[in-house]
């Protein structure tokens, strides 16, 4: 079934302030949820952000809680939401990338504590009320409105000193939200327009960004930000498939890092599901200006200077074997079957770098 021939659409409310210099905002829109005692999350790194929050805060700061970690450890959730309830905190405003919003969350779903989330890479977990805790090895991932940020304060002067690698392979992740969404069997046509938007804004965002023209960065970064809030709006509306569920099992059980497993999966991922789903392939090729979606973003990829290949963020040719059957357990909804062999392919490919082949699927669908 197209996208378009019967779909249900439940918008999810968030306010979004967007614009250089409107960190300067965040007390009156702390203040507008009526909120007198914001604790601020941050990554140890980003400390130093974090205290211009604060001081934007001012009375309205309980504190800054600079524990955030990638995956969102339980004890690391525990921690900062026994430091908010010590220091009486009313509101959680969350600055930094996914692990720093996915902390705010963690503290949402324990305490109700409304997150104004101010994103500095390009993830996209501000839009969604996607929460993802791990405990034991495991991370579990659910969906609550309660940890859905109420208000999202989208500042590109925060994200000038992302690096830039970091810049493109969090815009590549970006990106995969967009690309399955327009395949995603829960998808409409607003999430659809939305998803090329973002895919066109991030491509050519990050191509001026790697370019490096002088006087074009400023704007770079914001076509950026842009990208990643339409990418983040659809991965929060509609349900993903093959690739999410790849990129979830390499990053969980392998421990590769998020963004850059994301970055070489997706082209693969488009791959496989080429056949099935040639509409989305076709606006997905359009926004990013190429041919093809799976060849064009692996090319748009190396162009960016993005990592190519699972062996070289970390994963063993031994594991392939290992991931080809978690992949295949519990498997998400897929426009094309999941089927062994061709996971296999897909796995090995992605890990040699190679660029994608468009096989088509065993079976007829
Ligand atoms: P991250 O939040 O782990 O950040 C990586 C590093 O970059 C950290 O050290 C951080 O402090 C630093 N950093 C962030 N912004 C910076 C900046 N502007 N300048 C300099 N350094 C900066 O990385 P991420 O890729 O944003 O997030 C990944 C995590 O988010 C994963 O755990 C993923 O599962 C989760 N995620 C969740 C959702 C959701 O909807 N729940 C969506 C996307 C990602």
Not at 247 to 274: E, F, S
Request: charge should be negative; include cysteine.
């Amino acid at each position: 079934m197209s996208a378009a021939s019967h779909f249900i659409y439940t918008a999810q409310p968030a306010r979004v302030i967007f614009g250089r210099g409107r960190l300067a905002d965040l007390a009156t829109e702390v203040a507008a949820l009526g909120a007198r005692r914001a604790l601020v999350l941050c990554t140890p790194e980003q400390r130093g952000m974090a205290e211009q929050a604060a001081a934007q805060l001012g009375e309205r700061c309980a504190g800054i809680h600079d524990g955030a970690r990638m995956h969102v450890p339980i004890e690391t959730a525990r921690r900062a939401t026994d430091e908010a309830a010590r220091l009486g905190a009313d509101c959680a405003v969350a600055l930094g990338g996914g692990s720093t919003i996915g902390l705010g969350k963690a503290i949402a779903l324990e305490s109700s504590l409304p997150i104004v989330a101010v994103p500095t890479t390009y993830a996209g977990s501000e839009m969604t009320p996607i929460y993802g805790i791990t405990a034991d090895g495991v991370k579990k991932t659910g969906r609550d409105l309660r940890v859905l940020p109420r208000t999202v304060i989208y500042d590109p002067d925060l994200s000038d000193g992302l690096p830039l690698a970091m810049s493109v392979t969090s815009g590549i992740n970006a990106m995969a939200h967009a690309a399955e969404a327009l395949y995603a069997r829960d998808g409409n046509p607003v999430m659809s327009l939305m998803a090329e938007e973002g895919i066109r804004s991030l491509a050519l965002g990050l191509r001026r960004l790697v370019q490096g023209a002088p006087g074009d960065q400023a704007a770079s970064r914001e076509m950026c930000l842009q990208g990643a809030w339409l990418c983040g709006t659809v991965l929060g509306h509609v349900g993903m498939a093959l690739h999410h569920k790849l990129c979830h099992t390499l990053g969980g059980t392998l421990d590769l890092p998020h963004a850059p497993t994301h970055t070489v999966v997706l082209p693969h991922a488009l791959a496989y599901n080429t056949t099935a789903a040639p509409e989305a392939m076709a606006r997905i090729a359009r926004a990013l200006g190429v041919q093809e979606a799976a060849t064009g973003l692996h090319d748009l990829a190396r162009e960016l200077g993005a990592p190519l290949s699972l062996r070289e963020i970390g994963m063993q040719e031994a594991d392939i074997e290992r991931a080809t059957g978690m992949a295949l357990a519990n498997p998400y909804w897929n426009p094309r079957p999941i089927e062994a062999d061709a996971i296999r392919d897909l796995l090995r490919a992605a890990w040699a770098g190679e660029r994608p082949t468009l096989s088509p699927p065993a079976t007829a669908h």
